[in-house]
């Protein structure tokens, strides 16, 4: 059976990334929008045969209560309104997909995972990469032991941002700069390549105030992770340099992805106690975004967690808080 979507929020990742990727879904459909734009429900109503009945406005959305053919509520709106898109999609009795970050404060998430709960929905976060093959082998072969305990990670994520009037710049919307964005790409890596939730935490920014993009949010924002095993990790967030990577060390060897967690063209390397060379990681089923929106489905059709819930949400912007604290107060923050 293929459970119904709605998305909610018709910008570029909803329908240039995602909605195209519904095609080589088993277990999910798009049946559903929700925009503030009139035009876009037109556009993409047609394109996607949805029909007006299933087109909704923000105003008009709490009737999604009556659509039965609407299962899951995917929220791809900028981060501040993630939390009150998810309370009330739980509300009108949908399960929940909300992008990443899940909220902008911690307590944000907290509230987030109450509305759900209460509901008795589900809620899972557009955590991609866990759905993607290299990422997958990356994980697989270190839970196997082939480059034994993880005792450091160098991992960086970051591009150019351009236009200065966007609203991953405005504060009150992105809820802060690089490390919101992208960099979270950098501390959820490191936290599922160890396994581990990071005890301590220090951070050092960089920022030019006087360039009109990051009048409100930071640019450079570099983070060091101290796990519970000893491991390490030093992780990069930037909004003015282009990398996306992780080298993942222990005393066998090295995994290393670059790219590491973008939409496509990932490659790995490994040294696993010969010299480096490239490595075709085991084919995955799907491609990582229909892998991730049938996960949820399937979740819900068998009554299972999603392995990035609510919970995993929350955890990595817990560590964010922490980062943020760090760079100001110039300290080491214990988690
Ligand atoms: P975008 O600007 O292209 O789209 C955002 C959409 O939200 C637009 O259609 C806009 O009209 C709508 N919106 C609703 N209320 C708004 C308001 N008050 N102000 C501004 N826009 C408003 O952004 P995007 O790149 O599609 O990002 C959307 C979400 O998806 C973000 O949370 C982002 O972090 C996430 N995202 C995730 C990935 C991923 O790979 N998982 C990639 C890109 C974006």
């Known amino acids: 059976r293929k459970l119904g979507y ?44 949805i029909p007006e009945s299933h087109r909704y406005s923000y105003e008009t959305f709490d009737k999604i209560v009556d659509n039965p053919d609407v299962d899951i509520v995917y929220v791809v709106t900028p981060n501040s ?14 399960h929940v997909m909300c992008e990443k970050p899940m909220a902008t404060s911690s307590a944000d998430c907290e509230a987030m ?3 759900c709960k209460k509901a008795g929905r589900k809620l899972m976060i557009g955590y991609r990469s866990r759905f993607q093959a290299h990422n997958i082998e990356a994980i697989k072969l270190i839970r196997d032991g082939a480059i034994g305990p993880v005792r450091h990670i160098s991992t960086d994520h970051g591009f150019t941002i351009g236009d200065p009037t966007q609203w991953r710049l405005k504060k009150a919307l992105s809820g802060g700069g690089s ?12 936290r599922y390549l160890t396994g581990e939730e990071p005890v301590a935490v220090n951070a050092i920014e960089s920022t030019d105030r006087s360039n009109p993009r990051f009048k409100e949010v930071e640019d450079i924002i570099n983070f060091q992770l101290l796990f519970p095993s000893g491991a390490t990790a030093q992780c990069g967030s930037a909004y003015t340099a282009n990398f996306n990577r992780y080298r993942v060390s222990g005393p066998k060897g090295f995994i290393e992805l670059d790219p590491a967690t973008s939409y496509q063209g990932q490659a790995m390397r490994t040294a696993l106690g010969g010299p480096p060379a ?12 229909s892998a991730q929106l049938d996960h949820l489905s399937e ?8 392995i990035v819930g609510g919970e995993e949400g929350l955890k990595d912007v817990r560590v964010i808080e922490a980062i943020y604290r760090a760079a100001r107060e110039g300290r080491t923050v214990r988690l």
């Open 113 to 115: 995972i109450a509305a």
């Open 299 to 306: 979740c819900i059709l068998t009554n299972r967690e999603p």
């Open 179 to 190: 490390l919101m964005d992208i960099g979270i790409y950098s501390l959820n890596a490191a």
């Open 278 to 289: 490239p490595r075709e990681p085991a084919p995955q089923p799907k491609n990582q975004f």
């Open 81 to 94: 309104l993630h939390r009150t898109f998810t309370e009330r999609a739980a509300k009108a009795g949908k």
């Open 6 to 49: 709605a998305i909610l929020g018709l910008g570029y990742y909803a329908t240039r990334i995602i909605m195209p990727r519904f095609a080589e879904c088993e277990h999910s459909k798009l049946v559903a929008l929700v925009s503030g734009t009139p035009e876009k429900l037109k556009t993409f109503g047609e394109q996607y045969g």
